[in-house]
């Protein structure tokens, strides 16, 4: 499963491609978010993401959101993660 790290001044656009990229391949993928603004731009990923991937047929996203602590130069910070899937399709 890939791991995307997203900031505050990350493209939404190019991490929804991204995020597209790695629920074709593997079928889910964890996103991490440290602050408000990079929240607020991975939220705006995964709804651009759930388009494209919607016009294209496939089934909808299923986006669990979950609170993460990392450590970053010595300090424990929190953040938030979002595992996002995309279920199995019924041939």
Do not use: W
Not at 53 to 66: A, K, Q, Y
Request: proline letters at 4%.
């Amino acid at each position: 499963m890939d791991i995307l790290k997203v900031a505050s001044r990350s493209n939404p656009n190019s991490v929804s491609g991204a995020i597209a990229g790695a629920l074709e391949k593997d079928g889910v993928v964890e996103v991490h978010a440290i602050g408000a603004g990079a929240v607020n731009q991975t939220v705006k990923a995964i709804a651009i993401a759930r388009r494209l991937l919607e016009h294209e047929g496939d089934s909808p996203v299923r986006v669990v959101p979950g609170f993460m602590e990392i450590e970053i130069e010595g300090e424990i910070r929190t953040g938030i993660r979002f595992i996002i899937e995309r279920p199995a399709r019924l041939s």
